[in-house]
Structure formats: structure tokens, C-alpha cells
């Protein structure tokens, strides 16, 4: 991306002149000034939709008991209908100010979705519909992703994803038999790779990528999280060997789509982002030998925290490597926060006992302090270094 120090620099080594290099300066002012202005414009109408929606949710909650059953039924279709229409028209505006209208219609469409998934619960209420939440969680689920690929809704994708995770821990609480045969931790976790494997796939079509992105980044979260949950002392695995086996079936088919992705990514091929993405189908395959361990060879508590955190950090440390060589602030922002977590969590497990309270708290609180002055330094030497090299925000 051109910018200020790009600009000077071709000064100094001669390829421009003084002229052309204020031509640049005044173009770079200008577009600088319509970019801020553009966004201020789409956050302001983004912020007026969600208080349109909250309103909307509290004229009809306030009154709720004065209207009759069918009028509800009406008036929770002919809303969801009615935002869905109106971000329909904006989406595809052709008149002058096309972009912020766009970015209006794509907010309208993605309350529409919102809208859709509180109707199917209310109308549920209305009827006394004897469906397990899990069952409404799915409709929803399938009444979004239309619009995921019919708009190429990305914030719809991440909600789907989101939703497919509720989905999946209300089941569990559900269905007894799915709760005797896996734990949650590790149905969670197998949710966020097989997350990463649908966004992975999703990549390989241009209609679909759209897609990809946030669903790869929520199942990548996911699989940080539980992971992280793991890395703990108290934490209980299944039993039973056919865990195992859907781990290892995972990291077969994520190793074969990311050995099929590699020939035909553009712009994303290389060492780095191979590397972090073989690394999904690792975890998959480690959890898959723990898991076997745990049931025919069991460690200690202590082993398996051990085992955990070097994992963790592991895959900490390659995604890291990973978002330094594609210049993706999405990962790093995400992955030193994930470290600083693992450190202050550990902290507290190796010196709680140790140190008085008082000085615990205050070396705790120094830490805190020091790793956030390095972050914050080293994210300004990072948007410098990206700007020069078109990196990703």
C-alpha cells in the first residue's frame, strides 16, 4: 500500500520527483480523508440498524400481551421479511453512494438473520411447540445459510458457525447417549476442527470463499479454546476408542484437503501458511494418540497438563510464525493473546502457593503491564512494516 514513508523513500533514491512526490502527498491526503469519512458514514448506519432493531424488539416486547397470536405470527414474519427486503434493495443499489448503501444493505441482511432466529423462538413460545432448543438452534441454522451463499455473507458465515457450537453443546445436554459416549470438551473440540476443515474447503471455490475466512477463524478460536482448556491440570478425556477414530479420520481429511488446496491456491501458497494449516491436522492426530493412551495406557494428570501445554504452545508459536510470513494482523492479535493467557495462567498455577498474596498480585500486575507495553510497541512496528508491504489489517 502507497504510503507517507514509501513515498519518501523513492524521493531519496531518485525514482520520483519533488512534483510527482506532491502530487502523491495530495492524493494520499485526499484518499486519506474519503476513507476516514466512508468509514465514519458505515459505522453511524450500522449503529442506526442495531438501534432500529433494539427498538423495533422493545416496541413489540412492551407490547406483547395486548396483541392476539396470529398478529404476533404476522408481525415477526412481515419484520424479518420486511429487513430482509430493505438490505436486498440497498445490497444492490446502483445510484450514486452506492458503497455506503451497500454496506447498510449487508447490515440489514444480516439483521434479517438475526430477526429470523428470534422469530423461530418466539413463534415456539406462542404455540407452546414442544422442540428441544437444539432442533429451533438448527432450523436456524439452515434458514441462514441460504443467505451465506446466496449474498456471500461473510458476518452470516461466522454466524452460522457460532451457532452450529450452541447447536452442538445443547445436543449434547440433550441426548444421553451422545453424553455417555463423549465428553463435551472433546465434542467441542472436534467441532472447531472440523470447523477449520469446512472453512478450509469452503476456500477452494470462488463462489464459496467468502466464506472461508470466518469460518476458519472461529474454528481455529474454538480449537484454541478447548485446547487451552486441556492445558490444565483437572480435565477429564473419553473413553471410548471411537473418539479416536473420528480424531484420526479429521486428520486425514484435513491433511488430504490441504495437500489438494496447495495446487490450486492463489496468493496463499508458500512454506509459512502450509505449515500452520498441516498444523490443524496434527492436533487432530495428536489428540487422537492421547486419547488412545488414556484408555489402554493411562498417564498422570500432571503428565497430560505437561503434555497439553507443549502442544499449545506449540501451535501458539507455528501460527505465530505463520502470521508474521503472510503479514495477517487477524492472527497475531489473536495468537498473542491466546500466549498472554496461557502465561497468566500458568503463573497463577506455579505461584499462588509459592509467594504471599500481595506480592503475587503486584508481580502479576508488573507482568501484565510489561507484556502490554511490548505488545502494544510491537504493534506499531508491525502496521508500519505491513503499510509498507501491503499487509493485511
Known amino acids: 500500500m502507497l504510503n507517507e514513508d514509501l513515498v519518501q523513500k523513492w524521493l531519496d533514491e531518485g525514482t520520483i520527483d519533488q512534483h510527482q512526490a506532491g502530487k502523491m502527498r495530495s492524493d494520499l491526503a485526499q484518499y486519506s480523508l474519503e476513507r476516514r469519512s466512508r468509514k465514519r458514514t458505515t459505522a453511524f448506519s450500522i449503529i442506526g440498524v442495531v438501534l432500529i432493531g433494539i427498538g423495533a424488539i422493545l416496541f413489540v416486547a412492551s407490547n406483547w400481551q395486548r396483541m392476539g397470536d396470529v398478529f404476533r405470527v404476522l408481525l ?91 447447536w452442538i453443546v445443547l445436543l449434547h445436554g440433550e441426548r444421553i447417549d451422545l453424553n455417555k459416549f463423549i465428553e463435551i470438551w472433546d465434542l467441542c473440540l472436534i467441532s472447531g476442527i472440523g470447523l477449520y476443515l469446512i472453512g478450509l ?18 474454528g481455529l478460536q474454538a480449537t484454541l479454546l478447548f485446547l487451552f482448556v486441556f492445558t490444565f491440570q483437572h480435565h477429564r478425556l473419553s473413553v471410548d476408542p471411537m473418539v479416536s477414530v473420528v480424531y484420526a479420520l479429521l486428520s486425514v481429511l484435513l491433511l488430504a484437503a490441504v495437500l489438494f488446496s496447495r ?84 503463573y497463577f498455577d506455579f505461584f499462588w502457593e509459592m509467594l504471599p498474596r500481595s506480592i503475587f498480585f503486584a508481580v502479576g500486575g508488573l507482568i501484565l503491564l510489561a507484556m502490554s507495553v511490548i505488545m502494544d510497541r510491537k504493534r506499531r512496528e508491525l502496521k508500519i512494516q505491513f503499510a509498507r508491504t501491503g499487509g493485511r489489517n
Open 76 to 166: 415477526l414474519v412481515a419484520s424479518t421479511l420486511g429487513v430482509h427486503y430493505a438490505g436486498y434493495l440497498l445490497r444492490y443499489e446502483k445510484e450514486e453512494g452506492k458503497y455506503n448503501r451497500n454496506r447498510i444493505g449487508r447490515a440489514l441482511i444480516f439483521l434479517s438473520s438475526l430477526l429470523f432466529g428470534a422469530s423461530l423462538f418466539l413463534i415456539a413460545q406462542i404455540y407452546n411447540i414442544n422442540a428441544n432448543e437444539s432442533t429451533l438452534i438448527l432450523i436456524w441454522i439452515l434458514g441462514a445459510l441460504p443467505l451465506v451463499y446466496g449474498y456471500q455473507s461473510a458476518p452470516i458465515a461466522g454466524l452460522c458457525a457460532i451457532l452450529s457450537f450452541l
Open 201 to 218: 474447503l469452503h476456500e477452494l471455490w470462488e463462489r464459496t470463499r467468502s466464506a472461508s475466512m470466518p469460518i476458519k477463524f472461529i
Open 263 to 346: 495446487s490450486i491456491r492463489t496468493g496463499l501458497s508458500g512454506f509459512r501458511e502450509d505449515l500452520s494449516m498441516l498444523s490443524m491436522p496434527a492436533i487432530a492426530f495428536l489428540m487422537a494418540a492421547i486419547n488412545l493412551t488414556r484408555i489402554y495406557s493411562p498417564l498422570s494428570d500432571k503428565a497430560y497438563m505437561a503434555i497439553f501445554n507443549i502442544i499449545f504452545l506449540a501451535l501458539l508459536i507455528l501460527l505465530l510464525y505463520a502470521g508474521y510470513g503472510r503479514e495477517d494482523f487477524r492472527t497475531i492479535y489473536s495468537t498473542l493473546f491466546w500466549l498472554m493467557l496461557l502465561i497468566f495462567a500458568r
